[in-house]
């Protein structure tokens, strides 16, 4: 399948992110935002990076300018019109997910892809809201997009293999490795980074040692860029806190019960870099 023009649905951190990349790449994009204010706020936050790299030297003026050219705004999913392949990025919401994907099925037809940047919700579930299921994939790129190298690809049991050649090789062409992973909760990633820092959480509630001390450890006990507490203050607290309940729910283990600790921050508000408090002070 030879992938032209790629929409992006949602102008977030992931979706501009998403956005960038696939221009940067060659194709021609499309990102849309219900909120059309923040598809220009979408596209301004591009063209600073991009501006950023031709500063530092690693860009060339009229290549940034090139790239940019090639991201045009929407502001409904029909403008996804005559692209190969949408990723949607809106927020992390089942309903709204499947009526964005309704909207794009209607507007692209049944031979185009249909990829979501969910990092929770079954792919299998949102696939069966549309008429071509097997043209349904997930398609989880990490934040910051154009700086992680990573893209999980999550094929639904519907997913035929075309679909998946596709969207492996279009991830490929934006520069990214690829890894395979079955439609479980929390993917290949959460599955294992959420307990992870759901653990931290319960060492720090029992006091095993303090917030720097935990974090401290981990960071040079196991070689990690940063520490579990810290990097859950980057991905926010309430993601955490919504992630690690899908793994409860999904795997129905106790193993995977949210610690108290975590679920007070959120209710305080505390959710980390965003709101400038989380388990440490920004
Ligand atoms: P965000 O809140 O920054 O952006 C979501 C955007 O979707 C908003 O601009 C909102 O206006 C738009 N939107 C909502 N409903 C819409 C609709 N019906 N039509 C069009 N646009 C709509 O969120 P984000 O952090 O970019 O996350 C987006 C998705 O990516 C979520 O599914 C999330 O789970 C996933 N994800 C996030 C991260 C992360 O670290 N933030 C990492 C991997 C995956």
Redesign the pocket.
Same mark, same amino acid.
Request: aromatic share 4%; hydrophobic share 35%; charged share 15%.
């Given at each position: 399948m030879d992938i032209r023009k790629l929409a992006v649905? =949602?102008? =977030?951190?992931? =979706?501009?992110?998403i956005a960038q990349v696939a221009a940067q790449a060659g194709l021609e994009v499309v990102l #849309?935002?219900?909120?059309g204010a923040?598809v220009e !706020?979408?596209l301004a936050g591009i063209r600073a990076q991009l501006d950023r790299a031709v500063t530092k030297g690693k860009l060339t003026a009229e290549l940034a300018a090139a790239t940019i050219a090639r991201i045009k705004g929407g502001r409904?999913?029909d403008d996804a019109a005559g692209a190969q392949i949408a990723v949607?990025?809106?927020?992390?919401?089942e309903a709204?997910?499947r !009526?964005?994907f309704e =909207?794009l099925a209607r507007a692209m037809g049944t031979e185009a892809i249909l990829a979501?940047?969910? *990092? *929770? #919700?079954p792919i299998t579930r949102l696939a069966a809201s549309v008429p071509a299921p097997e043209r349904v994939i997930g398609m989880?790129?990490?934040?910051?997009v154009p700086v992680m190298q990573l893209v999980e690809i999550i094929r639904a049991i519907q997913t035929s293999d075309a679909t998946y050649a596709a969207t492996d090789a279009l991830a490929k062409k934006l520069g990214k490795t690829t890894v395979l992973s079955k439609d479980m909760p929390g993917f290949i990633v959460n599955r294992i980074l959420i307990p992870m820092i759901n653990e931290a959480c319960f060492a720090l509630q029992e006091g095993l040692g303090s917030a720097a001390d935990i974090d401290t450890a981990m960071k040079l006990g196991t070689n990690q860029p940063m520490g579990p507490l810290t990097l859950a203050d980057? #991905?926010?607290l309430d993601?955490c806190l919504s992630i690690a309940e899908v793994l409860h729910k999904g795997l129905g283990e106790d193993k995977y019960r949210p610690a108290p600790i975590l679920r007070q921050h959120v209710e305080a508000g505390w959710l980390g870099k965003k709101s400038k408090r989380g388990f440490f002070a920004y």
């Open positions: 649905v =949602g102008a =977030g951190q992931m =979706g501009a992110g #849309i935002d219900q909120d923040l !706020k979408g409904s999913t949607e990025a809106v927020t992390e919401n709204v997910k !009526k964005v =909207g979501s940047n969910t *990092s *929770s #919700i989880h790129f990490m934040n910051p980057f #991905i926010g993601t």
